[in-house]
């Protein structure tokens, strides 16, 4: 080679230079391109693809007796598909348009638009439309592209208030259910979900898999073509074990009590299903499907009421205690049934005077009379000789101061009143505390459902099952499943002699006693009054009782409470004499249609069956 | 020519790793421009220009590698002027497509003479080096060639194109670089180019980090250099503190040469001053792109918008790639100007990790080709022009997959034999015909 003059080896430099740089980049490209792939080409893909999501029809809930309760109609919503116009004085006036031809807020109208122009995705102008706008939308179509209506499903709840303690409501998420969900492909910001009861608890099994319409844009947001219309799956039908007679029934007649306030409380004795079950005050859950939040619309100082008497709502069991306090006498052997006590209509316990609720007094009392008259001295007495310890243990056998252990939140366990509590607390135990405790005053606090639990017990013997609502689930493909196995929790051993006495003194309630309401034609039933007295206002009232037809064992035992109802008699028997009757239906209008047999002999009993 | 040397050998007239490697990569360029211009309103146009230019560029490339590079140098006047009229004569006839006037427009073409610029620019100054030779490591040489250059730069910049110079810039350091110009007068002149460029990126930095304003003291130096008692007390000082080292330096007998530390000075000044001079001169969107390079999601649907749907192409190709004419990062328009400048994002999406590969590997080996004919030519200016030809490649290949993994800032460089343009296209061709050229008239048998 020639001498040239020239340093050769600087060469030598440029190319390590040249080589480190391919090197560099190669390295970046293996990075990008191997080990980020599936994250470059996810974004991509969103790039690329608009979804419009069509919310899956939620599955429906019917009751035992396949009413539905709640449902889902068709629903329309506009959509708008941005690209199209450009100016604001178009876009200004196509919503004036629309905002004139669906009667739908023009600001609105336009602000979405506008949403749409600049994040160049398709909107939501408006939700919920009724069906005659698909006429007027269709000739505003040819006139302004890039609008366009879809059909989707919505929740209905057709007998509005109906069950809303039970099966709960639908609504738009909140930040905090958001973040929870925002991972879940079959969630959007805007899906609805189950904010409370069933809903809630079954928002898996009820939501279905939304189908969508995807869509293939260019980079300005223009439609390219169309990918895919994925159909939705709708969610699996839940079918409860509420009888919706004898839902409406326990509705009607607490809506129409003194106070309208107060819950019922029906179960299947021989299994824990539940038959029906109220709280009042309730709520229509239509509304929260369409506005979103209703809290926000309520005036200040009104709350929703969403608290569930039936099962939160703690009151003082008052006379229908009596039937615990019974237990205890009979059980204690410390009291024959036949021994009688004389009632003055008072009791003078030293210190202070104890009435009976009778101020005439019952003269010569025994057990079954007590129970029938519930006369408080008699119980003042023989409870007093059972002993507080003796009374606490049964309250606690029929599972005072214990969850009934329903699949619903925030249930309250009652209060159990007694020498133990106490003494955990450090305090002391008065004789006049063991009067009050025999009747079902002082500290004793029962829930409504716990009440139910109580009188299913004794109908079926002492069993304690685990209540229980939801009886199967159909699932999109007809594959059922089914939920409702009676599960017992707990069971009461008592002497046979001392259940067949409280059953005979419940029964004498009803048939001669404080229960004479409740009286079925047809049936023997079961029942006991209460009257809870309350510092706060009006007493309230109680009354718990279950029917058998013909000897059968019994299928329905209820609990109810009118808040304020003053006696149990008068306010709460009625409408558990209706939820009894709507739920024996079928086998008091066989019995009726036998005319020749009458109720009350043993004889014609075994003839009828 | 044919040159039969004893013991018959015959020498090959043409570097066919280097021709091959062109052709694949002209075939590659041709199907992503194809593949990214299916949406495109100006598609027949850019079809009909690209199989225009891809058979008269074989034909130029043709013709400069039969003609003997020598006539260059000695016609070198002729390119020079002809060069100069032709930057020229653009200013005056030229017609105007996105803010520069840079096009020639024909009937049925356009021209665009900054492209043939940066190869004539390469023959000039190679005959200049090669003159001046003996006195390379003199100051005079290195500043005759940036004088040579500066005509040319004017008229750039009068159209302007700034990304012609931003390319010619670092060849013309490389040339004298390759030619063996001292290190001395190279570090003068890139430290007054880091320096000028530093400015910019700073303040960039510091309008991306505000908290930064007082610890960097820049905006002390910005507001010193606005006033004219500020300016003359920064050289004074900067002077001061030069004279004060070198003194030092003689106290402790390290003799370190006053040139030094005058050099030291004067750079540190004027690229203070023409760093300012950028930053005040930099356009709004020169601005932005350095921005969005330090923080790309800074402005996710603006200037940073190119940068993030190019590389969410790249990424999205994997290994294989998403298959010819299916990407849909670019097919759907989401990266822009993907049949010029992120043609690379086409080929990235398309054809995968692997395309990638292919086309680095590809233009590392017609630079390796490249050195390799400099190495061999017959004469310097041969092996000037080689480098140059080499550097020019380089500085692409730098600018253009830099920008678009990420790794340097947008600067609106295409990719020349991949990237849509007739102009760009016939000039590399040439430039690699007269590499050809210098490659088939060398001494040895290789």
Redesign the interface.
């Known amino acids: 080679m020639i001498d040239r003059q020239i340093p050769q080896e600087r060469m030598d430099l440029v190319w390590a230079l040249c080589y480190g740089v391919t090197l560099l980049f190669l390295l970046r490209l293996v990075n990008l391109q191997v080990l980020n792939t599936a994250y470059y080409r996810d974004i991509a893909e969103k790039n690329r693809t608009q979804v419009i999501a069509q919310s899956a029809p939620r599955g429906r809930i019917f009751s035992h007796d396949e009413v539905a309760v709640a449902t889902s109609k068709p629903s329309f919503s506009l959509i708008y598909f941005p690209g199209q116009l450009k100016s604001g004085a178009e876009i200004d006036h196509l919503a004036q348009a629309l905002s004139r031809r669906l009667d739908i807020d023009y600001e609105n109208i336009r602000s979405g638009i506008y949403r749409a122009v600049s994040r160049e995705k398709p909107v939501r102008l408006a939700e919920n439309l009724p069906a005659k706008t698909m006429l007027v939308l269709s000739e505003l179509k040819a006139v302004y592209p890039g609008i366009d209506i879809i059909v989707e499903a919505r929740r209905f709840y057709p007998f509005g208030a109906y069950l809303s303690h039970l099966v709960g409501y639908t609504s738009k998420m909140d930040v905090k259910d958001w973040t929870r969900l925002s991972k879940d492909t079959n969630y959007s910001m805007d899906s609805r979900i189950g904010k409370a009861g069933l809903e809630k608890m079954y928002e898996r099994e009820l939501k279905g898999k939304d189908g969508g319409i995807y869509l293939e844009v260019d980079s300005r947001g223009r439609l390219n073509r169309v990918l895919e219309s994925r159909k939705w799956v709708p969610g699996a039908d839940i079918f409860l074990t509420i009888d919706s007679k004898a839902q409406a029934a326990a509705e009607e007649g607490l809506e129409k009590s003194i106070s309208g306030k107060g819950a019922v409380v029906a179960l299947d004795p021989r299994t824990g299903a539940l038959l029906a079950f109220v709280s009042m005050p309730d709520y229509d859950p239509n509304q929260f499907v369409v506005s979103g939040s209703e809290k926000d619309k309520l005036a200040p100082g009104e709350i929703l009421p969403e608290f569930n008497v039936a099962l939160q709502g703690s009151y003082p069991p008052g006379s229908i205690f009596k039937i615990i306090s019974g237990v205890a006498i009979l059980e204690s052997g410390r009291v024959k049934p036949e021994e009688t006590f004389f009632c003055p209509g008072y009791y003078d316990a030293g210190s202070r005077i104890f009435k009976c609720w009778e101020k005439k007094g019952h003269n010569k009392v025994d057990f079954i009379t007590g129970l029938t008259k519930s006369c408080d001295v008699y119980f003042y007495n023989a409870g007093q000789r059972a002993g507080a310890l003796n009374i606490e243990k049964y309250a606690r056998a029929f599972r005072l101061g214990q969850l009934s252990g329903i699949d619903l939140p925030e249930e309250k366990s009652g209060n159990v009143f007694g020498p133990g509590p106490r003494a955990a607390k450090k305090s002391y135990w008065f004789i006049g505390d063991t009067l009050n405790l025999a009747i079902g005053q002082g500290e004793t606090l029962m829930t409504p459902m716990q009440a139910a639990g109580m009188i299913a017990a004794v109908a079926n013997g002492g069993f304690f099952y685990r209540p229980y609502y939801v009886d199967r689930i159909v699932k999109g493909d007809g594959e059922t499943v089914p939920k409702g196995k009676p599960e017992i929790l707990s069971r009461v051993e008592l002497k046979d002699s001392t259940w067949q006495l409280i059953r005979e003194g419940l029964r004498n309630v009803v048939f001669e006693g404080t229960g004479q309401m409740a009286k079925i034609e047809g049936a023997e039933m079961y029942g006991k009054t209460g009257t809870a007295q309350n510092p706060q206002g009006k007493d309230h009232a109680w009354f718990v009782a279950y029917a058998t037809v013909n000897g059968e064992p019994s299928k329905v035992a209820v609990a109810v409470l009118v808040e304020h109802g003053l006696h149990g008699a008068s306010a709460a028997a009625p409408i558990a004499k209706a939820v009894i009757e709507a739920v024996l239906r079928g086998d008091l209008v066989k019995k009726r249609a036998a005319p020749a047999v009458p109720a009350a002999t043993t004889t014609a009993r075994g003839g009828a069956v | 020519m044919i040159f039969t040397p004893q013991g018959g050998l015959k020498k090959s007239r043409m570097d066919w790793v280097l021709f091959i490697s062109v052709l694949i990569l002209l075939a590659v360029g041709t199907v992503a421009v194809l593949s990214s211009v299916a ?1 495109l309103p100006q598609q027949a146009r850019i079809i009909r220009v690209q199989f225009m230019a891809v058979p008269i560029g074989l034909i130029v490339f043709s013709a400069a590698w039969s003609l003997n590079y020598q006539v260059y140098q000695d016609q070198w006047k002729f390119v020079y002027g002809f060069l100069l009229l032709f930057l020229f004569g653009v200013l005056l006839f030229g017609v105007v497509d996105k803010g520069a006037r840079s096009w020639y427009r024909f009937s049925f073409f356009s021209l665009q003479p900054s492209e043939f610029a940066r190869v004539g620019i390469i023959l000039v100054l190679a005959n200049f080096l090669d003159k001046r ?2 006195r390379i490591r003199e100051l005079k040489t290195v500043l005759g060639a940036f004088a040579l250059c500066l005509p040319v730069f004017f008229l750039l910049i009068k159209q302007p194109d700034f990304s012609a110079i931003l390319i010619t810039f670092p060849v013309v350091i ?1 040339m004298l ?4 110009a001292s290190f001395f007068h190279l570090a003068i002149i890139l430290g007054y180019a880091f320096i000028s460029a530093l400015f910019p990126v700073l303040w960039t930095m510091i309008t991306l980090n505000p908290e930064l304003m007082d610890s960097a003291l820049i905006g002390y130096f910005f507001n010193l250099s606005t006033s004219f008692w500020g300016a003359a007390s920064f050289v004074a000082g900067v002077s001061v503190l030069a004279w004060l080292l070198w003194q030092l330096s003689v106290r402790l007998y390290a003799n370190v040469s006053g040139v030094y530390c005058a050099g030291a000075a004067l750079v540190l000044i004027f690229g203070f001053f023409s760093g300012v001079l950028v930053k005040g001169q930099m356009k709004e969107y020169q601005q932005k792109r350095l921005e969005v390079f330090f923080s790309p999601e800074s402005d996710p649907r603006g200037a940073g918008y190119n940068l993030l ?1 190019a ?9 294989f790639g998403r298959g010819v004419f299916s990407g ?2 670019s097919r ?3 990266v822009p100007e993907r049949h010029t400048d992120f043609i690379l994002a086409v080929v ?2 398309e054809m ?2 692997l395309g ?2 292919l086309v ?2 590809l ?2 080996v017609i ?2 080709r490249l ?1 390799q004919c ?2 061999l030519a017959r ?2 200016f041969g ?1 000037l022009v080689s ?1 140059g030809i ?2 020019m490649f ?1 500085v692409y ?2 600018i253009n ?2 920008m678009i ?3 340097a800032p947008v600067a609106g460089v295409p990719l020349p034999l991949l990237s849509y343009g007739g102009s760009n296209l016939v000039a590399t061709l040439m430039a690699l015909g007269i590499a050809e050229s210098i490659y088939a008239r060398r ?2 048998l290789v």
Do not use: H, K, P, W
């Open positions: 949406a030779i003996n490389l670089f390759a030619s063996g749907q590389r969410i192409a790249i990424g999205s190709g994997g290994i849909t990062q759907l328009g989401f990235g999406e995968g990790f990638m590969t680095a590997v233009y590392a630079m390796r050195m400099a190495r004469d310097r092996y480098c080499f550097g380089l290949f730098c997959f830099g993994l990420g790794l001494y040895a």
